[in-house]
Structure formats: structure tokens, C-alpha cells
């Protein structure tokens, strides 16, 4: 297969990450005689730096132009806590996801047996967690219209959705229920909010045309607390875009690890994939990196082409880099010195030569 | 000292918990030759199949005219799952606090050390845990402008904040954070809301006036994270309303138990005091319901009029009441048909004869 596939490294670790990932994806093209054609672009704080512009318009464009892509991490704290800055660099991934109409963020949530120890839950309530959360991603109050007053004493933030942006998601959600338990739960705030009630009719629409899918319905400061007592009772999730970040990093601690999760953000035409660790600014640099989370992202990609053998033989190394303890410091009880690139370098090994 | 007290126990378990936290005031009042005058009065589902409005007329007007509100528990599902239902239980305890200028939520989170074992995170993760949320009740997206669509396919809420509605709460949590361990954290999304930077600014200009609390910001979803991984890093947690709902229920699990947690709401005039738990109209007459919360809602009452002993007393009969296994069947692994009222009988009886 031949794929054309922007790798927009960002911010912080995002490079030293991605690189990894992008060596991953040239072991499997060359194992598996694929054609995988990379171009690097700028987003975030760096792109602001070198342009002004957290997404330029050159590489809103090679997005465009590409199958799939390869993102990093964004974020700088300088911009968090100027609250005069004009142009931060989250509008950049911001801007990406709605021009390319990724409406849907995926993020599975699983207790891997290997890092039970390291979860800050209980082993009991952990074990067996297997989740989908399925956020909308390009509407609601990240993107509604915000007002500060002239007198800078009153800001406002508008959170809205239209049917078609829920209708879309949910179909998407209800289908992967129906390969996996069965069940979809709906995370909303509908005894309060008048958005939350709009999800609410149309998602109970939907339902209908899913009959082997049991659908029910969580308050969104209720599922805050379920995650942590039962994270168990959970199948697919479908939430709205900012009860979806808040859930989903709550769920990310589940693991034990952030270092190991990846994600994609699919639309209708697009994908693209990254791990959902931030960019980390302390450890950039420093090779401590976890490197793992953005291979698995490639995984992600690849199974989004259908290359499920070529995806699993990376989960395959990344198994095995766990198991004999080729990880960085974050995950590592037993060797010091393992750096970012020493795991990608493992993996790749791993894919040329699997055993 | 001779207190106006109204009551409003209003649905679900609200009711039966309410009696219980009443009959401990009252034994309180005998033992410390105190006055308290208790008004009964209708809210939430109860009030609207009584007379269609969730906080009548003459609810208002008693709240208005006495010291403190003792509340229980609002809301009924078959509001829930009725999205076209024009009038909600919870409308009315939100319009009360709007009414009752109750602008700031303050809630405990503690870890017991005699329920350790309940919590589902480690002991090792949240032993020592003591946080004080303070939640901004009054503004914010759930008292926003609501909007939906003649054709009902597109609904909205709106965010919004003023400078006096930040100003008025975070004085409060600077002065608590002076007596107790000297840190506000403020939880805000100002990488992406333009409420949030609001906030940030003026927090930022109010920490100046308290050169010793440190001050420090956590983005909404990295919170949700670390609440989980190390709650024992905060002391005060300052955020707006609905990231105060959110963080603060999530909170509420690492105790091990919901059944114990009261909280109070005040402003400039009046204040509340009310169990955090809902109405769970499942276990509604049963004699199930754990009164606990209701209890320390009444202790937490006594606190706000100075009357510290009184509320140790109080607090003294609980632990007693944990000790000795005199619990609701939540907590309870020793006996099993301790009821409602039995909890609040013993308690009721410490008070008159602690030993
Ligand atoms: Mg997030
Ligand atoms: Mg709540």
C-alpha cells in the first residue's frame, strides 16, 4: 500500500516522540513491502515562533494533500499563563481538527495486565477495564463564540450544537458498540444544560436504528465519579467535546500509564493520530520521553488502512519492550538509562527481526 | 442562641436524612439551652406536583426570613428522561441558591482513616488527603442564556463570567487557605476558554493581596488526572461552577464513601448546609438511606454560627456511631438492618449522654 502521511511533530517531546514512531512505520514498510511517503510540517508554539501562526496555511495544506496524520504534542507553557496572547498554540490542533473535519476523537481506555501494580486504583476495580470513548470534537463551547467585554470584566464562552454534529458521532459510536459489548452510554448534563438535552433526544433517535445496542445515560459530574468507582460497567462512551476531554483524562489514569495511550481523531475524509500525552515541556530534550504512546498511534493509523498484521506486529514490540523492561525511566523499575530512542530502536529491531 | 431554621427535605431520601439531621439539631438545642425553630417547606419534584413550581412562593419567602436552610436531596427520573419536560426539580434548588445570593459551594474532601479500605484508590494515594473545594454556584453556563432552534435542531448554553462573581469567591478561598495549609489551586480551560482567562486574570491580581497563600493553576482535564494520581497535593481548590460540580463529585469517591459528605453553600446573607448525595429515589423508604451527610450538613451549620462544641458533638457521634458499626447498609458489614432512623437515634442519644 502506498500511503502519503504528514507527520506534524509539534511542541515540547512531540518531536523526540514522533521520530520514533515515523522509524516504527518505515520498519513496517519495509518489512511488508508498503510505501509509506513522510513530510514534516510546523504546528503549534513552534509554528508561532517561526510564522505567527500556530497552523500555517502550508501545512493546513499538506494535511489536505496526505492520507493520514502524524501528530505529535502541542502546547507551551509561556502562552498558559500569558493571558494577554493573542495566538496560543492549542489553536492550532484546534483549527487542524475542524479544517479536516475530524469530528470524532477515539481513545480506547485498557487495563494492561502488565501495569496493574502501577494504576492508583485498586487492582479489583481496574481489572478488566476495557473502554471506547467516543468525544465530539469540533463543536460545543471550544468553539462557540467568545465575548470579553470592552471593559475586560466579562468574558463568555457559547457552547452549541446542531443535530447533524451528533447525529454523525453517534453512528459511529453505536457501530463500534455493536463489535464490541453492546452497550453505549451517553455523558451528559441534561438536568441542566439545554445542549445537553438536544444530545440527549437525538442520540435516544438514533438508538432506534440499533436495536442490538443498549444505550444509557450518565450526568457528566455522575461519570466522573463511576470512572473511578467501576470504570467496568463501561463499554462505549459518547460524550460531547469538553465533557469528553474531562472524561477521558480522568480514564486515562486507569492504566496506570498515560505514557502508553494513543488516539485517533477520524472524520469523514481525514484521520489523524497521536499519542494524548501533552507536550511535556520539562523533559523535552532530556530523553526520557516515553515514546510508546505515539508508536502506538502509528499502530492506530495503520489499523485505519486495515493493516491489522502490520499494527499488531508493533503492539506485538511493544509488548515485548514492557516484558523485558526496554522503557524509559517513567515505567522502568529496573533499568536506568533506557531512552526514548532506545525503545523506538527495540521496536524496530523487533519488526525486522520478530521472535 | 435561638436560630430560624428552615427545612426542606424535598425528594427522594431527602426526606427521611432531613428528620434525622432535625432530631440531632434538636436534642443539640436541649443539651446547650439553644433555640431552634424549624419551618418545613416544599421543593424540587415534590413542589411541582404540588403546584407546578419547583421553589413556590412561599418557600422563597420563608428561606429569606431565617438564619440558615437545612436542605435534603432534589430531583426525580421521570424529569430526567424527559427532555421535553418544561419545568426540573433542580431548577429549584439552583434558582434558591441564585435567589439566596449562595455564590460559593464549599465541600470537604477528606480521607477517613476508618473507611480507608472502602476507597477504590490505593491507601497509599490518598491517606492524608484534605482538600477544601470551593465551587462558584451563581454564574457559569448553568444559569446562562439557553437557547434552542425553532426547528429544535440546534440548542446552546452560554458561559459567562463577571469580574465581581470571581472576586467575591476567591477572597473566600484565600482566607480559607490562610488557616489551613497556604495553597489555592485555581482549575480553569484558559488555554482554551475566554471565561477561564478571565478568571485566571483576576485570581492572579487577587493573590497579590495574599502574599502568603501560593497560588497555582491546573487546566480542568489535567485536574480530573490529578485528583486521582495524588489528591493529596491540594489544599483549597478554587474553579467555576461546572468544573466545581465535575472535580468536586469526582472527589467525593476518594473517602470511600458519598453517605458522609456534607457541604455548605453561603453568600454575603444566608447559607445552606446539605449531604452532597442526590436524591436516589431508588432506595427511597426503605430506611436505607445513610443520614450521615445530612447530619454533618446540620454540623456544619452549627460551625457557621460559632458554635464549635456543639458541632464537635455532633461530629464525636458520628465516629462513635462508625465505630461501633451503628451505620445504613453501604457502610455497614457487621449488621445488617441498622435503618435510617436507628442512626440518627443513636446519634441523637450520644448527644444527650456522650461518654
Ligand atoms: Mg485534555
Ligand atoms: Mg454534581
Not at 20 to 46: N, P, R, S, T, Y
Not at 125 to 133: H, N, P, V, Y
Not at 147 to 176: V, W
Not at 205 to 234: C, G, H, R, T
Request: with cysteine; aromatic share 8%; proline share 5%.
Amino acid at each position: 500500500m502506498k500511503l502519503n502521511i504528514a507527520v506534524l511533530p509539534g511542541d515540547g517531546i512531540g518531536p523526540e516522540v514522533t521520530a520514533q514512531a515515523k522509524k516504527v512505520l518505515k520498519a513496517i514498510a519495509m518489512e511488508f513491502d508498503h510505501k509509506f511517503i513522510f513530510k514534516e510540517a510546523l504546528a503549534g508554539a513552534i509554528a508561532i515562533d517561526k510564522s505567527g501562526n500556530p497552523l500555517p496555511d502550508e501545512t493546513l495544506k499538506l494535511c489536505k494533500n496526505t492520507d493520514a496524520v502524524l501528530f505529535g504534542a502541542i502546547g507551551d507553557p509561556k502562552f498558559d499563563n500569558d493571558p494577554s496572547a493573542k495566538v496560543r498554540p492549542e489553536q492550532g490542533l484546534l483549527k487542524l481538527r475542524k479544517e479536516l473535519g475530524l469530528f470524532a476523537n477515539i481513545r480506547p481506555v485498557k487495563a494492561y495486565e502488565t501495569l496493574l501494580s502501577k494504576s492508583p486504583l485498586k487492582k479489583s476495580i481496574i481489572e478488566g477495564t476495557d473502554i471506547s470513548i467516543y468525544r465530539e470534537l469540533t463543536g460545543g463551547i471550544y468553539f462557540g463564540e467568545k465575548r470579553t467585554s470592552e471593559d475586560g470584566n466579562t468574558s463568555s464562552d457559547l457552547c452549541e450544537y446542531s443535530r447533524f454534529e451528533i447525529e454523525r458521532i453517534a453512528h459511529l459510536a453505536f457501530k463500534a458498540a455493536q463489535s464490541r459489548k453492546g452497550k453505549v452510554t451517553l455523558v451528559d448534563k441534561a438536568n441542566v444544560l439545554e445542549s445537553s438535552r438536544l444530545w440527549r433526544k437525538v442520540v435516544t433517535e438514533i438508538a432506534l436504528e440499533y436495536p442490538d445496542v443498549s444505550l444509557d445515560f450518565l450526568f457528566v459530574d455522575n461519570a466522573a465519579m463511576q470512572m473511578i468507582l467501576n470504570p467496568k460497567q463501561f463499554d462505549v462512551i459518547l460524550t460531547e467535546n469538553m465533557f469528553g476531554d474531562i472524561i477521558s483524562d480522568e480514564a486515562s489514569v486507569i492504566g496506570g500509564s498515560i505514557g502508553l495511550l494513543a488516539s485517533a481523531s477520524v472524520g469523514d475524509k481525514y484521520a489523524l493520530f497521536e499519542p494524548i500525552h501533552g507536550s511535556y515541556p520539562q523533559a523535552t530534550g532530556k530523553g526520557i520521553a516515553n515514546p510508546i504512546a505515539s508508536i502506538l498511534s502509528a499502530a492506530m493509523l495503520l489499523e485505519h488502512f486495515q493493516l491489522f498484521e502490520e499494527a499488531n506486529l508493533i503492539k506485538q514490540g511493544v509488548d515485548k519492550s514492557l516484558k523485558l523492561h526496554i522503557t524509559t525511566p517513567d515505567l522502568n523499575s529496573k533499568y536506568s538509562h533506557i531512552t526514548t530512542t532506545k525503545v523506538g530502536d527495540f521496536i524496530e529491531d523487533f519488526i525486522s527481526n520478530p521472535k
